[in-house]
């Protein structure tokens, strides 16, 4: 016999949003005469929960129908909607939403094949227009002449800011660029190189050395 289990997504920040769920997936039950044998329920609260989702859904028994009232309680996004939404077909999970009136039989029902298509080309504009928006925006900041990206010269942090003294120190005395990374517990020596050209620390320490010889 096939099983029939609800799916309602708590968020403890939002009650209402959870006792909508409650309230219409009843409503639907009983309209319908539909028993149901199984009610999973997830808490996601905070975005960073959202993996959990689908974690419950791939331990759902293959040939289950799972009602929800809202599509939306199976991700934040449109594409992560889709993901589980098709995750659940491949299982032979039927998937019923109450709110959209929208029912995914399984992957050779035509009107669900039609479903997801639309789905993803939602997804697909989704993309294009982020994109173009990012476009305009970016054309936009340069015709009012604003320069884009980080200004020339400027200098990233780096690993080896933190032992910058003690590179100087070596390099004063005379170690090679492979020795120093090889003291210090780097393992390339080419990304220390880079570092002590970048920040013109050999000429700087000249000049230092320079200016103490000359000051005594």
């Given at each position: 016999m096939?099983?029939?289990?609800?799916?309602?997504?708590?968020?403890?920040?939002?009650?209402?949003?959870?006792?909508?769920?409650?309230?219409?997936?009843k409503?639907?039950?009983?309209?319908?005469?539909?028993?149901?044998?199984?009610?999973?329920?997830?808490?996601?609260?905070?975005?960073?929960?959202?993996?959990?989702?689908?974690?419950?859904?791939?331990?759902?028994?293959?040939?289950?129908?799972?009602?929800?009232?809202?599509?939306?309680?199976l991700?934040?996004?449109?594409?992560?909607?889709?993901?589980?939404?098709?995750?659940?077909?491949?299982?032979?999970?039927?998937?019923?939403?109450?709110?959209?009136?929208?029912?995914?039989?399984?992957?050779?029902?035509?009107?669900?094949?039609?479903?997801?298509?639309?789905?993803?080309?939602?997804?697909?504009?989704?993309?294009?227009?982020?994109?173009?928006?990012?476009?305009?925006?970016?054309?936009?900041?340069?015709?009012?002449?604003?320069?884009?990206?980080?200004?020339?010269?400027?200098?990233?942090?780096?690993?080896?800011?933190?032992?910058?003294?003690?590179?100087?120190?070596?390099?004063?005395?005379?170690?090679?660029?492979?020795?120093?990374?090889?003291?210090?517990?780097y393992?390339?020596?080419?990304?220390?190189?880079?570092?002590?050209k970048?920040?013109?620390?050999?000429?700087?320490?000249?000049?230092?050395?320079?200016?103490?010889?000359?000051?005594?």
């Open positions: 096939t099983k029939i289990a609800s799916f309602i997504r708590v968020n403890k920040n939002n009650n209402e949003y959870t006792n909508v769920q409650v309230v219409g997936i409503k639907y039950l009983q309209e319908n005469n539909i028993t149901l044998e199984k009610k999973l329920e997830i808490e996601v609260s905070i975005p960073s929960e959202e993996k959990k989702i689908s974690k419950i859904l791939a331990k759902c028994q293959n040939g289950s129908t799972i009602i929800v009232y809202d599509i939306n309680v991700g934040r996004t449109t594409a992560t909607i889709l993901k589980n939404i098709k995750c659940l077909l491949k299982n032979e999970i039927r998937v019923i939403s109450v709110k959209q009136n929208l029912d995914f039989v399984n992957n050779d029902d035509m009107l669900t094949k039609m479903i997801l298509g639309v789905i993803g080309m939602t997804i697909d504009l989704e993309k294009d227009l982020m994109s173009l928006r990012t476009k305009e925006a970016l054309n936009a900041k340069k015709l009012d002449g604003i320069s884009l990206g980080k200004p020339k010269g400027t200098i990233q942090k780096s690993k080896f800011d933190l032992q910058r003294g003690k590179i100087e120190e070596l390099l004063v005395v005379g170690l090679s660029v492979r020795k120093i990374a090889k003291l210090l517990g393992n390339n020596h080419i990304g220390l190189n880079n570092y002590i970048k920040r013109n620390i050999r000429e700087n320490i000249v000049t230092d050395t320079e200016d103490t010889v000359l000051a005594s």
